[in-house]
């Protein structure tokens, strides 16, 4: 499955990815649409786009996005609960991490880092 995000939106491909501050309407994308979440006012757009999957980031602390604000478990379940569509739990997420996330909202995680092998 192929998404497009960015300045790429005219390249032919199963979906398209916004970022937080990005404003499109469904009706403009054809298959999937899924968008970049950090705060409330990002979630109502994404709501408000139809969003068919979010990405709630970071959760925690990331190595590729130092010094980040994080949204924490808590803001992390209040976003997630509030989507109308499923939540994607992204930013030093580990599956320990998941499991816990999992019950307050997380449809599933993504991650770099957890998913690399360890340089050694």
Known sequence: MLLIAGEA??????????????????AQTRGLLTASVHNM?????????????????????????????????MRFAVLARLSRSPAIALGGMTSKRFRRLRSLGAYGWAAIDALAPSAT
Do not use: C, K, W, Y
């Open 9 to 26: 939106m005219h390249i032919p491909a199963d979906g398209r990815h916004v970022g937080g501050q990005v404003r499109v309407m469904r």
């Open 41 to 73: 006012s990002e979630l109502a757009r994404a709501n408000r786009m139809g969003a068919n999957m979010i990405f709630l980031s970071p959760v925690f602390a990331t190595r590729s996005h130092p010094g980040a604000p994080t949204l924490g478990t």
